[in-house]
């Protein structure tokens, strides 16, 4: 057994290894409508995620040392630069990779479990604490400035993901909302408590990522435990994701009514018995077919997200392949 990391260059490599292994254990597992090895989309493959954990890595660390410097009481919760690292990242991604925005989505979520890790650990350098870290991370996501919400507006315009729609304030498509924003110093947890109720990634920040740990990570540690299969463990928990929590990706894409039929789908298929049975194999593989259209306009792409960010709590817990 490896000693527990220590000095900050450990700790903070420890903890981007960790969130960068589960971004590629996430793309590896064939779920439904994702993209994975024997699948890719038009302009999107697999290589293109790949390519992506190795860009977001510098940011992880960056990250993960402002979690340091918070347990050392260097800086304030409000002087960690959570949007800049998160614009810094997918500057990276994007420099590294032309399949457009392939971790938007995931990097909103990692950073700040990366910045509560460091901190997490700092604090007590032995195996990691997830109820410390959950206190953490709802420390940094609500102690966030204008600044960053303006810098998350800008990684937005970087990454162009698919499916945004126009809101009636601080419209993420409009030029002068980052003034606005600026000007009425709202935070960015201003803004995700805005977009909470029609996006999951928000929500997670707004309510402390209650279907990472609650349901993500419970389910996964379960599936793993009766099969030791990890990408069986990770489909199964996909589904269950998927069948309590519509995909607001599909729902910003297709109407809140079509994300409710795809996690419809996803509950027989879990009634089935999933992978478990050859009735809910036979079914995954209908829906698989079902949420690939030639316009990707079907891809469960937040639930991926959300995937990756419980895939982040196991392996910081200490799970290895």
């Given at each position: ?92 991604i994007n420099h590294w990779q032309h399949g457009g925005n392939t971790l938007l989505g995931t990097t909103i979520l990692l950073t700040p479990i990366a910045t509560a890790a460091g901190k997490t650990l700092k604090q007590n350098n032995e195996k990691l604490d997830l109820k410390k870290l959950r206190k953490n991370i709802r420390i940094i996501t609500t102690n966030t400035t204008s600044e960053d919400a303006v810098a998350v507006y800008e990684a937005i315009e970087i990454a162009k993901p698919g499916g945004l729609n126009k809101t009636t304030r601080f419209d993420a498509t409009n030029p002068l909302s980052k003034k606005e924003i600026l000007k ?138």
């Amino acid at each position: 057994m490896p000693q527990a990391p220590t000095t900050q260059t450990e700790i903070t490599e420890h903890i981007a290894a960790c969130l960068q292994l589960a971004i590629l254990l996430e793309v590896n597992a064939p779920k439904p409508g994702n993209i994975h090895k024997n699948a890719n989309f038009h302009k999107t493959n697999y290589e293109h995620f790949l390519a992506s954990a190795v860009a977001i890595a510098p940011s992880l660390k960056i990250a993960a040392a402002k979690g340091i410097q918070l347990a050392e009481e260097k800086i304030r919760p409000n002087q960690t630069g959570i949007g800049n690292i998160i614009k810094n990242a997918t500057k990276r991604i994007n420099h590294w990779q032309h399949g457009g925005n392939t971790l938007l989505g995931t990097t909103i979520l990692l950073t700040p479990i990366a910045t509560a890790a460091g901190k997490t650990l700092k604090q007590n350098n032995e195996k990691l604490d997830l109820k410390k870290l959950r206190k953490n991370i709802r420390i940094i996501t609500t102690n966030t400035t204008s600044e960053d919400a303006v810098a998350v507006y800008e990684a937005i315009e970087i990454a162009k993901p698919g499916g945004l729609n126009k809101t009636t304030r601080f419209d993420a498509t409009n030029p002068l909302s980052k003034k606005e924003i600026l000007k009425t110093h709202t935070t960015l947890y201003d803004i995700f408590k805005i977009s909470a109720k029609y996006d999951s990634i928000a929500n997670e920040w707004i309510n402390n990522y209650p279907i990472t740990f609650n349901i993500g990570y419970e389910t996964l540690r379960k599936e793993l435990k009766a099969k030791n299969n990890l990408n069986h463990a990770i489909i199964q928990t996909f589904l269950k994701i998927l069948a309590q929590t519509p995909d607001t990706l599909i729902a910003r894409k297709n109407g809140i009514e079509k994300a409710k039929q795809i996690s419809q789908q996803a509950k027989h298929i879990l009634k089935l018995g999933g992978l478990n049975t050859k009735q809910g194999k036979k079914a995954i593989t209908k829906l698989d077919h079902t949420l690939r259209d030639k316009k990707n306009k079907l891809n469960p792409g937040t639930t991926a997200d959300l995937i990756t960010a419980t895939l982040a709590l196991h392996i910081l817990k200490g799970y290895r392949p």
